[in-house]
C-alpha cells in the first residue's frame, strides 16, 4: 500500500510537471509555422520557457491542474479498494506540496475541500485485463479548457457551415465547427479527442478517452485518419492562432473515435484540451506496487531553448509598441493604450475570479480599488514554516466567465485594467469605452512565467472561498500582457472571431 501510495505521487508530480514528449514536439513544430515576431510567436515563446521553468522547479506547468482522471487496468484479484486508498492518499499528499492546486469545490455551498478529495474527485476508472501488471494512466485537463468541449446532436444546423446530416462530412463539419467555437478560450493551440455515436454520457467518454493517444499515433480506421488529418490540416487554416492572437497554430492534434449509437440518436462529442497536455501513465509490479516503466515518455530531450532563441532574434526586429505601467493607474494612461501595445506591469494587482466578482456585485471591497489592476487569476499557493504565502503557480484564468459583472465592477470601483486569458464580450467593451478601462491578455496556462514575476505575497482578504478565489495582494515586476481591448471599441478577439468565421464557411461543401 505504502509502495503504491508513493508510485502514485510520483505519476501525478510528473503528470502536473512534465509535459510529455510528444506533446513538446507538437509545440516545437508549431512555433516553426509562425511567422517571428508575430503575437503567436511571442506567445509560444513564452508557452516554451514556461515548460522549461516547470521542469526546473518541479512546479505545475499551469496553476490550473485540472480534475485529475486515472484510467486503471489491473489483473483479475487485485484489490481496487486498496488501489482506490492509495490513489487518495497521494492526491492529497500532492495538494499539501503545492504540486495540484485545490480544485474540488461543493456544486452546492461553494466551498473547497482544500484537498482534491470529494464527491466526483478525483475520477478513477477501473478496467480488468489479462496481463501481469498494473497499467495506470493519468490526466489533468484544467476548466478552462473543458469549458470549451462541445456535443453536436445530427442533424443539426452550424453557423457558418450549414446541415450537418448524419454521415462522416456531418462528422467533418461539426469537428470543424468545434475547433471555430473554441476560439482561443481554451488556451490554444489545442489539441482535440473526438467521440462519435455513444449516448449523452458515452460520447464524451469516448472524447476524452482519445486525448490518452499519442499525438503521433495512426488511427487503424481508414476513414477516421482521413478525417484526422483533414482536420489537422484545415483547422489550422482558420486563423485563430496561439491564445487567439490569430496565426497559423491553431490545433496541434485531432484523434477520433467512433462506437455505436441508437438508431434515433447521433451524437458527436469534442473534448478539446489546451497546449497544456498533461498525460503520463506508468506500469506497476502488482505484487509490490513498484514503477516498472514510464508511459508516453522517451529518451529524446525535445529542443525548446534552440527555438527560443530564434523567436528571440525575431523579437528585436518586432514594431510592438511596449508601455510600462504602474498601479494606480489614471484614466489618461488607459485612453493612450491601443490594441496590439504590449504593457508591462509592476507594482501591485490583485487577484479576482469568479467568487470574488460575484461577491463585489453586492459588497464593498476589502481594499480601495480606485485605479487597480484586477488579475483574473486562481494561483496555487503555499505557507512557508513561518506562515508566509508563496506563489508556486500563477498564470490567467478564463475571463469570458466575469462577463456579465465586469463593467459594473470596473465602474463601482474605479478598477482601470483587467488582465485575463480568452477576451471578453461586448458588455465589457461597451464598459471599457464608456469608463475608461483595459483588457489585457496574458498568456494562458503560463503559471511559472508569471510566478516568476510575482516578488511578493502582501496580503490576501475573502479566504472563505478558498485559495484559488480569493483576493491575493500581489507585488509584481516587469509582468508583460498585450491590449487585446481597448477604450476605443477595439477587440481583437472579436476581429479573429469575425475573420475566422468567413475562413470556416470555406469548408461547406461536401468533401468526404
Ligand atoms: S493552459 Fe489554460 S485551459 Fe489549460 S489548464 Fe491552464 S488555464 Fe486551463
Same mark, same amino acid.
Given at each position: 500500500m505504502e509502495k503504491l501510495q508513493e508510485s502514485m505521487y510520483k505519476l501525478i508530480v510528473e503528470t502536473s510537471t512534465n509535459l510529455p514528449n510528444d506533446v513538446r514536439r507538437a509545440i516545437v513544430a508549431a512555433k516553426a509555422k509562425e511567422n517571428a515576431g508575430t503575437r503567436a510567436a511571442l506567445s509560444l515563446k513564452t508557452i516554451t520557457d514556461n515548460i522549461s521553468m516547470a521542469d526546473e522547479n518541479i512546479s505545475p506547468i499551469c496553476q490550473d491542474t485540472g480534475m485529475p482522471t486515472f484510467e486503471v487496468k489491473v489483473p483479475v484479484g487485485i484489490n481496487q479498494i486498496e488501489m482506490k486508498k492509495a490513489i487518495y492518499a497521494a492526491i492529497e499528499q500532492a495538494t499539501a506540496d503545492g504540486k495540484l492546486r485545490p480544485n474540488s469545490v461543493d456544486?452546492? /455551498? @461553494?466551498? =473547497?475541500? @482544500? =484537498? =482534491? $478529495?470529494? !464527491? !466526483?474527485?478525483?475520477v478513477i476508472h477501473f478496467e480488468q485485463w489479462e496481463k501481469e501488471v498494473i497499467d495506470v494512466r493519468l490526466i489533468l485537463k484544467g476548466g478552462g479548457c473543458e469549458n470549451k468541449n462541445v456535443q453536436y446532436s445530427l442533424p443539426q444546423e452550424l453557423e457558418g457551415l450549414g446541415r450537418a446530416g448524419r454521415d462522416l462530412d456531418g462528422i467533418r463539419k461539426c469537428i470543424m465547427h468545434s475547433v471555430y467555437q473554441a476560439q482561443g478560450q481554451g488556451c490554444s493551440a489545442g489539441f482535440i479527442g473526438v467521440g462519435i455515436g455513444g449516448d449523452r454520457t458515452t460520447s464524451y467518454s469516448l472524447a476524452k478517452e482519445q486525448l490518452f493517444r499519442t499525438v503521433d499515433d495512426v488511427n487503424e480506421n481508414e476513414d477516421l485518419r482521413k478525417l484526422e488529418e483533414y482536420v489537422l490540416d484545415n483547422a489550422n487554416k482558420l486563423g485563430i492562432g496561439t491564445m487567439g492572437f @490569430? @496565426?497559423?497554430? /491553431? $490545433?496541434l492534434g485531432c484523434k477520433i473515435g467512433a462506437m455505436n449509437r441508437l438508431p434515433a440518436s447521433f451524437f458527436v462529442s469534442v473534448a478539446y484540451n489546451c497546449w497544456a497536455y498533461r498525460r503520463l501513465g506508468v506500469v506497476l509490479d502488482q505484487q509490490s506496487g513498484d514503477i516498472v516503466d514510464w508511459l508516453y515518455k522517451d529518451d529524446e530531450t525535445v529542443d525548446l531553448e534552440q527555438a527560443s532563441k530564434e523567436v528571440a532574434v525575431a523579437e528585436a526586429t518586432d514594431e510592438v509598441r511596449e508601455v510600462v505601467l504602474e498601479a494606480p493607474i489614471t484614466e489618461e494612461q488607459i485612453r493612450e493604450l491601443k490594441v496590439g501595445d504590449v504593457v508591462v506591469i509592476n507594482g501591485m494587482m490583485h487577484t479576482g475570479r469568479d467568487a470574488i466578482h460575484h461577491h463585489l456585485m453586492e459588497h464593498d471591497a476589502p481594499i480601495d480599488l480606485n485605479g487597480q489592476i484586477i488579475y483574473h487569476c486562481g494561483p496555487v499557493m503555499m505557507k512557508d514554516d513561518e506562515e508566509n504565502w508563496h506563489v508556486k503557480a500563477a498564470g490567467p484564468t478564463t475571463s469570458i466567465r466575469e462577463e456579465p459583472y465586469q463593467g459594473d465592477i470596473m465602474k463601482k470601483f474605479g478598477i482601470r485594467a483587467v488582465i485575463g486569458k480568452g477576451g471578453m464580450g461586448p458588455k465589457t467593451l461597451k464598459a471599457l469605452g464608456e469608463h475608461g478601462g483595459v483588457y489585457l491578455n496574458a498568456i494562458g496556462g503560463a503559471a511559472q512565467y508569471y510566478a516568476d514575476c510575482i516578488k511578493e505575497v502582501k496580503g490576501v482578504d475573502l479566504m472563505e472561498f478558498g485559495i484559488p478565489e480569493a483576493m491575493w495582494h500581489l507585488e509584481v515586476e516587469g509582468f508583460a500582457a498585450i491590449?487585446?481591448?481597448? *477604450?476605443?471599441? =477595439? *477587440?481583437l478577439h472579436a476581429d479573429v472571431d469575425k475573420t475566422s468565421l468567413e475562413k470556416l464557411e470555406q469548408f461547406k461543401e461536401r468533401v468526404f
Open positions: 456544486s452546492l /455551498t @461553494g466551498k =473547497n475541500s @482544500g =484537498n =482534491n $478529495l470529494g !464527491g !466526483g474527485t478525483p @490569430g @496565426g497559423e497554430a /491553431t $490545433l491590449v487585446t481591448m481597448d *477604450s476605443h471599441g =477595439n *477587440s
